[in-house]
């Protein structure tokens, strides 16, 4: 009989989950079995054995929650794209919620207070800011987040488009998305620029489409973000590039004050509801920042100017989204399409058969469409 632990630390969440609402102490003697049971559950397991074994244990948690149902003897029915993402994501969840319930404790220094368990006390200071000294707990999952996220940012993402090493990498931040879907740089890189005195970068993330416009020619580009750890790791990129000079970081939402005679956004291209703070790069729900770019665009369009707008079609062929859809919300906005650019995607997922949206993610095209001021 496993007892509840009274007087917890306090409960530490990127994504804002709630905490478990019971923990009982786990350590080494515990088999993969009985955790996966009590994580099903939503037990938490606050571990008090060897940190390399809490790993261990984790992997076991997540090889379980990947373990296929038997097929049954009658023949498969074709599942409609939409059904296949919802539930998709809804298995997702459900594998995040279970893996969650490992979790560490952490003291007020972000030391680990466990056997054999590593110092990463720069990868939390990067992710968190400062310690605050107050003790707290955190999943195992999350913690292993932050270390991964720590290495991108110390060895960086090669980014052709901006020249020959060294001084072509881009380092992402905690919580910022990484620019690995190389293909939608290209489109940046390649179209043609007919006014380079002034570009707005709507969605700045890592900055590497400003450090691309800067590298094309363009002389004063005004960045844009919401997110206050995006504008960080904009500014500590285009300062190892440098192309600092060139660049105004300005946090705000969408648009900058003023018109400009280029203006690019790359928005979230599946409308869906986030589950975590750095999803906010692919899923967003109602296509707002989408909408919002179309709807404001032309006001911030300078005479004769051209928006450039990065949009993946996945939407499209998992039913979340239609062509007519977003064509009319470029024609409601006043706006016409110049042309468009298209490119395949060079990422795993594409080519990956067993991927469960594999059928829409085959058909995927990123587009670059070049949008202007209707007549």
Not at 192 to 207: E, S, Y
Not at 233 to 258: W, Y
Not at 274 to 279: F, K, L, N, R
Request: with cysteine; aromatic share 6%.
């Amino acid at each position: 009989m496993l007892t509840p632990l009274d007087n917890l630390p306090t409960w530490r969440a990127e994504s804002g989950a709630a905490a478990p609402r019971r923990v009982v102490a786990a350590d080494d003697t515990m088999s993969a079995d009985t955790a996966y049971r009590l994580a099903c559950e939503g037990t938490g397991l606050l571990w008090r054995g060897d940190f390399h074994n809490a790993r261990q244990l984790l992997q076991a948690l997540a090889r379980r929650t990947e373990r296929k149902p038997k097929k049954s003897k009658k023949p498969e029915l074709e599942v409609a794209p939409l059904q296949a993402f919802n539930a998709h994501r809804q298995a997702l969840g459900q594998r995040a919620r279970i893996l969650a319930m490992v979790i560490v404790p952490m003291d007020g220094d972000y030391t680990i207070p466990l056997r054999r368990a590593p110092d990463m006390k720069l990868a939390c200071t990067e992710a968190w800011g400062p310690a605050s000294g107050e003790a707290c707990m955190v999943s195992m999952r999350e913690l292993l987040g932050v270390v991964g996220a720590h290495e991108w940012r110390k060895n960086g993402v090669e980014i052709a488009a901006l020249g020959d090493a060294p001084h072509n990498r881009i380092h992402p931040h905690y919580g910022v998305f990484s620019p690995v879907r190389g293909e939608y740089v290209d489109l940046v890189a390649n179209a043609p620029i007919q006014n380079k005195a002034l570009a707005f970068d709507i969605g700045v993330g890592t900055g590497v489409l400003s450090a691309v416009l800067a590298k094309r020619g363009v002389q004063r580009i005004v960045a844009t973000d919401q997110d206050p750890r995006a504008l960080a790791c904009a500014r500590e990129n285009l300062k190892r590039l440098q192309r600092i000079d060139k660049v105004e970081l300005v946090q705000t939402d969408l648009f900058p004050e003023g018109q400009a005679p280029l203006i690019v956004c790359n928005p979230p291209w599946v409308p869906a509801r986030p589950s975590s703070p750095i999803e906010h790069a692919v899923y967003d729900e109602g296509s707002r920042m989408l909408r919002g770019f179309l709807s404001g665009l032309r006001a911030h369009l300078a005479p004769g100017g051209e928006g450039w707008l990065i949009l993946s079609d996945l939407a499209e062929h998992l039913g979340l989204r239609s062509r007519d859809e977003l064509m009319g919300w470029i024609s409601e906005a006043s706006l016409q399409v110049l042309g468009r650019t298209d490119i395949k995607p060079r990422h795993g997922k594409a080519t990956d058969d067993t991927d469960p949206l594999h059928d829409a993610r085959a058909k995927e095209v990123t587009s670059l469409w070049r949008l202007a001021a209707a007549a």
